[in-house]
Each structure stands twice: as C-alpha cells, then as structure tokens.
C-alpha cells in the first residue's frame, strides 16, 4: 500500500518560515520524481516545486529564492523549506510521487501565512 504523508504545516507570521516533509511509503522511493503542490481556497492546484530522482529541482516563479525543496532518499523523504512566507502562500499543499505511469498523492498538510 502506497502512503505519501505530509507533516510540517501550521500558522506561521508573514516572513517567517515552515519545513514541510513527506514520508513516502510502498514505492521504490529513489526512482521516483518528486514535487510539492499548493491549492489556495477557489484556485487550481499547482506546482509549487519539483526533485527528480537524480537531484534536479524546478520552482515556480513565485517562491524561487524563498523555497527549497531536497530530498533524502534512505528516509524515503521529501522537504520543502520555506522561508520568507508571504499571506498569498497559505494554502493546502500536496506531496506527489512521479514514475512513469504512475503517479500518487498525499492528504495534504495547511499552512496558513497571516499576522
């Protein structure tokens, strides 16, 4: 049984900071491309940040140089530092798992950025 899940969310001041982690669980975790997802209240889901299974990462234009993704494959997890958080990252953000055909989601976590 597959299990990909977050922990790290929670209320945090704008320009402070939050790690986020995903423990995966079931899957050949080193293989796999891995990526955080947000969705905001009323929006679509998107690509917050991605980790190939080689160690090549992409962001979006709007967290690059505040968020860090890494991953540490013998503890089959994935982080996501982010520092400098602004109220327009609060969101519920999602761990996914890429390989091949095969792609899994986690529950969630939420961060909510606000004074």
């Known amino acids: 049984q597959v299990q990909l899940v977050e922990s790290g969310g929670g209320l945090v001041q704008p320009g402070g900071s939050l790690r986020l982690s995903c423990a995966a669980s079931?899957?050949?975790?080193?293989?796999?491309?891995m990526g955080w997802y947000r969705q905001a209240p009323g929006k679509q889901r998107e690509l917050v940040a991605g980790i190939t299974s080689s160690g090549s990462t992409n962001y979006a234009d709007s967290v690059k140089g505040r968020f860090t993704i890494s991953r540490h494959n013998a503890k089959n997890t994935v982080y996501l530092q982010m520092n400098s958080l602004k109220t327009e990252d609060t969101a519920v953000y999602y761990c996914k798992a890429d390989w091949l055909t095969r792609n899994y989601w986690g529950q969630g976590t939420q961060v909510t950025v606000s004074s």
């Open positions: 079931g899957i050949a975790f080193s293989i796999y491309n």
